[in-house]
Nanobody, 125 residues
Framework: QLQLVESGGGLVQPGGSLRLSCAAS????????IGWFRQAPGKEREGVSS????????NYADAVKGRFTISRDNAKKTGYLQMNSLKPEDTAIYYC??????????????????WGQGTQVTVSS
């Protein structure tokens, strides 16, 4: 079994930056896609960014393109989401997720088997 734990959330002002981390344990992170999702109060969960097993293929939601960057270090079994130029509309609980082996990069939540507990990101002045 694979376990995921997010960290790095917090309170930032508009225009600020945060880096989220997703630490994996219990199994290898290699050969799995990683996805980042977020859910704001009263809203459905939405895909933010995703990466294939190596990071050579990535996907971004239109709302975050040019501001967020996904990366991973399989040797450290950790995924990352660098968030720059944050806006109040980015406020949400952010979740990382991992697919089974041979999963492809995508922003569909139903394609991910393993989920972290979430970390709160609040963007406010």
């Amino acid at each position: 079994q694979l376990q995921l734990v997010e960290s790095g959330g917090g309170l930032v002002q508009p225009g600020g930056s945060l880096r989220l981390s997703c630490a994996a344990s219990g199994s290898t992170l290699g050969n799995r896609a990683i996805g980042w999702f977020r859910q704001a109060p009263g809203k459905e969960r939405e895909g933010v960014s995703s990466s294939n097993w190596s990071g050579s293929t990535t996907n971004y939601a239109d709302a975050v393109k040019g501001r967020f960057t996904i990366s991973r270090d399989n040797a450290k079994k950790t995924g990352y989401l660098q968030m720059n130029s944050l806006k109040p509309e980015d406020t949400a609980i952010y979740y990382c997720a991992a697919s089974g082996f041979l999963g492809v990069s995508n922003l569909r939540s139903d394609q991910y088997r393993y989920w972290g507990q979430g970390t709160q990101v609040t963007v406010s002045s």
